[in-house]
């Protein structure tokens, strides 16, 4: 079946350091993409997505390309900061099914 | 303000003592949703509405029960709690079905059951 691999956290950066949290997919046929981000206390919340190969999908500085020859998403961000902390989901929808299939997530603490 | 509201925020209950935790949405959304929160297991669908009085199993649905009478209401029901149901949950809408669709999430039930 579909599946979704994160890499493990937490991941912990310096603030303006370089961030990449890597996703790859298993997917029959061409899924819809997704990062959503969960605060402290909050619930998920949609960072970015992207619905067919080769599309970026971008917001509040982060950027994830969906790249079918590898089965990728990566997310990366140029210079995280402290407000950035949070735990960082992948996600992708199947088109047979309809559901939305999560990995596992990565924790992000960035320091000061 | 468009949101998802879920009731309790926390729970703590005993073994086979029957609750529901409310799900509410303000978007006119037709599709509905509920996931567990585990740790190193991310988040896990139990059950999912396409629309009122249409409902769905999804991976984890044993010991739950969801109905959909209303198109902005979306309860879960435990009728006979069990330890391993101890997690965060999340109730999710969106306008319709997953894909390419943006899920608005609520702030989360944490229950534990002893």
């Known amino acids: 079946g579909d599946s979704v691999t994160q890499m493990e956290g937490p991941v912990t950066l310096s603030e303006e350091a370089f961030l990449t949290i890597n996703c790859t997919y298993t997917a029959t046929g061409y899924p819809s993409l997704f990062w959503y981000v969960q605060y402290p206390g909050e619930g998920l919340q949609l960072l970015l997505k992207a619905t067919k190969a080769d599309d970026k999908g971008s917001n509040k500085g982060f950027e994830a390309t969906y790249r079918k020859e590898t089965t990728s998403f990566h997310l990366e961000k140029g210079s995280v900061q402290v407000s950035d902390s949070a735990v960082y989901f992948c996600a992708l929808s199947d088109r047979n099914t309809d559901k939305l299939i999560f990995g596992t997530g990565t924790r992000l603490q960035v320091f000061p | 303000e468009a949101q998802v509201t879920q009731n309790p925020r926390y729970l703590i209950t005993v073994t086979g003592k029957k609750l529901t935790v409310t799900c509410s949405q303000n978007?006119?959304?037709?599709?509905m949703s509920w996931y567990r929160q585990d740790p190193g297991l991310g988040l896990r669908q139990i059950y999912y509405s396409m629309n009122v009085e249409v409902t769905d199993k999804g991976d984890v649905p044993e010991g739950y029960k969801v109905s959909r009478k209303e198109k902005r209401n979306f309860p879960l029901i435990l009728e006979s709690p069990s330890p391993n149901q101890t997690s965060l949950y999340f109730c999710a809408s969106s306008l319709a079905g997953t894909l390419g669709y943006e899920q608005y999430f609520g702030p989360g039930t944490r229950l534990t059951v002893t």
């Open positions: 978007m006119n959304h037709e599709y």
